[in-house]
């Protein structure tokens, strides 16, 4: 009687797995047919001189010769990769903590907080790329207008490297403000699965609201943190607005230049976009260590003053 029970219990196991490999095909196939075969076919052909004949396609392989002459010989793709890479660079931490904020007050109970959750979530909802494209192109569409006070001058005149942070955050205010909205969602996703309990007992024992964030939401949000670094980097990264995204577009399209030197630019950008992700990476990795050692040496500290 056990061993059919035991029967019947492994026979449904390999029905819910069945199941759940059904369901997982889709996506899998829909991965490797969209995503996985093009990425390795653009490795492939940015080592190849392509020629594309009819009823053809030959491959003559050249190795980096496309590489080098992206940095050798184009005048243009080195300068529109470092504007791009110090734009995502800056742009990252300034449109997650934007993120960070907005989710921090969008958590807070007030009359109609689900209204305002919308309304700050919509845009994302019904901008698709050619509308954020022609907002780029307009200039009071992109900045805010508060020459009034002269403040973007003040902030030119004084050229420190704050100033300059807060120029290019006033400058990008609404591709900020379009970059961020998935991302206040998934803060948003997070602060509500932080025990309540917690801050109540931090209340009881004295903690400022500064003193929470710091001891109890920070810790719990680093992963998400990490999180939304990676996708703002993708994110910007694959915008086709981006200076080397329309240089890619612009070579691919061009008569006079081989198929596989666009190829060969994408990997180069792609290559820049991981080691911003590695660095982000790194820097919230050792932020966890510097913080977990001064942790360590304040109850140390304390340890010593009781026995004292």
């Known amino acids: 009687m056990s061993m059919s029970k035991r029967r019947f219990h492994m026979t449904n196991r390999r029905r819910d797995a069945l199941a759940g490999l059904l369901f997982f095909l889709p996506w899998l196939i829909g991965f490797f047919v969209i995503t ?25 392989p050249v190795g980096w010769e496309y590489f080098r002459q992206a940095f050798a010989s184009d005048t243009e793709f080195p300068t529109k990769l470092m504007n791009s890479l110090s734009s995502v660079l800056l742009g990252t931490p300034l449109t997650v903590v934007f993120a960070l904020i907005i989710s921090l007050l969008l958590n807070q109970k007030f009359r109609g907080r689900a209204v305002y959750r919308m309304i700050f979530f919509l845009p994302v909802i019904i901008m698709s790329g050619p509308v954020m494209a022609e907002l780029l192109t307009e200039t009071s569409a992109m900045t805010i207008d508060i020459n009034i006070f002269n403040i973007m001058g003040l902030l030119q005149s004084t050229n420190t490297f704050w100033s300059n ?4 955050f006033l400058n990008s205010f609404v591709q900020i403000l379009w970059f961020s909205g998935v991302q206040t969602i998934i803060f948003l996703a997070a602060l509500q699965k932080v025990d309540s ?24 949000l680093k992963p998400i943190i990490l999180l939304n670094a990676v996708y703002t980097i993708v994110e910007m990264g694959t915008f086709s607005s981006d200076p080397t995204n329309e240089k890619i577009v612009s070579d691919m399209q061009d008569i006079g230049r081989p198929y596989s030197y666009a190829a060969a630019e994408s990997w180069i950008y792609a290559a820049g976009l991981l080691v911003l992700i590695v660095i982000a990476f790194l820097l919230l990795n050792n932020w966890k260590e510097v913080r977990r050692a001064r942790d360590e040496k304040r109850r140390q500290k304390l340890g010593r003053s009781r026995k004292a």
């Open 36 to 60: 996985a075969y093009p990425l390795i076919y653009s490795l492939i052909i940015s080592f190849n001189q392509v020629v594309i004949t009819p009823g053809k396609i030959s491959f003559t």
């Open 165 to 168: 942070i807060l120029l290019t």
């Open 197 to 220: 309990s917690m801050y109540e007992a931090a209340s009881i024992d004295g903690a400022s609201v500064w003193e929470s964030f710091w001891k109890i939401t920070l810790p719990h």
